[in-house]
């Protein structure tokens, strides 16, 4: 439960003060006492100021003791790792509530009386009547406590979605700066000047690819997340210019389970990390192949590949990852999952909807 304390100090007080004000008026005029004599009565603004205090004390013990309620139930929640509904919570509020006004009154009813007026303190039971008024008074607060409650939830809620949208914003720009560096561009164009010398061909196919990368680049820059079957498109053709200039070093296949999920969405150029980092973490064999392939393993997409390391090892956990790993985090509320043993290396991407 999210406190505005100051607004709650703000409503209670003027709810003190109102209720204080009728009570102590009804109290008055059932007595044959006219409205001057009442307002120049001393006792008159006594009772006032012990109505007052009875309310707002009221109003305050039923607003901590559902924050406590509410940090014991979140600490719950960590504990055992998984979340109570909101509905639960909300009658568990209520009753605590209910609880706290029926106690704290009769409580601070006796205390108040003998602060006041000198009353002898005794414990006795709550009369109906009284019971009933308590009731509907707690049953006010608590109506009062949780829309504005919820009504700081959501507005936290819609600052979170800013926060997460713009964090999406900046990892998809740092991806796509990545793909759209001159250092990508000027390789493949060193690949497709010598291509157009040996094989004009290939070289037309080449560039039909490497357009349509830096179409989908530029289309997808405004977007988080994408349908699998484009990232699917969009790696096909990645990797075809990597073989066009490793020379058909990289072994790619893509299991046929794999296309039962072609409308489950990935963060942006997700695959495009993972082929990247296996290139860049593996030796390109002079014969021979790296075996890469992309599957679905307990509910994720998983794209595994065989390790021919390089002689000098780089941290295979890199920036690459770490931002995919946050994306992953930030439209589905999972992370990626790495595997990594002495002769492959795997990444398990969560396949889910998006929840915000």
Known sequence: MVVNWRRHIT????????????????????????????????????????????????????????TLLCLVLDKRD?????????????????????????????????????????????????????????????????????????????????????????ALQKSQIESMKEQLSPHFLFNNLNVLISTIQEDPVKAEQFARSFSKIYRYVLEKLDHTSCALSDELAFIKDYVYLLNVRYDNAIDFEISDEVEKYVDIPLPTLSLQILIENVVKHNTIP??????????????????????????????????????????????????????DSEDSFSVRIPLTQISY
């Open 286 to 339: 002079s014969e021979g192949k790296i075996k890469v392939l992309l599957k679905i393993e307990e509910g994720g997409l998983v794209l595994w590949n065989e390790r021919c390391a390089k002689p000098k090892q780089v941290d295979s956990a890199g920036v690459g990852l770490q931002n995919l790993s946050k994306r992953s985090q930030l439209l589905f509320k999972q992370e990626i999952e790495i595997r």
């Open 11 to 66: 409503l209670s007080t003027a709810f003190a003060v109102v209720s204080s004000l009728i009570v102590t008026y009804f109290y008055f005029t059932n007595r044959d006492i006219g409205i001057g004599e009442m307002l120049s009565s001393g006792r008159y603004w006594k009772n006032v100021v012990f109505s007052f205090l009875l309310s707002i004390l009221i109003y305050g013990a039923n607003l901590v003791a559902n």
């Open 78 to 166: 960590v504990k055992v790792g998984v979340p109570l509904s909101r509905k639960f919570r909300n009658v568990a509020y209520f009753i605590n509530g209910l609880f706290t006004s029926i106690v704290s009154y009769y409580i601070l009813l006796n205390l108040l009386l003998w602060l006041f007026f000198g009353v002898p303190i005794k414990w006795e039971s709550l009369q109906i009547s009284n019971f009933l008024s308590v009731t509907v008074i707690s049953l006010f607060i608590l109506l009062v406590v949780f829309v504005l409650s919820y009504h700081d939830q959501l507005r936290l809620l819609e600052i979170k979605n800013k926060e997460m949208e713009i």
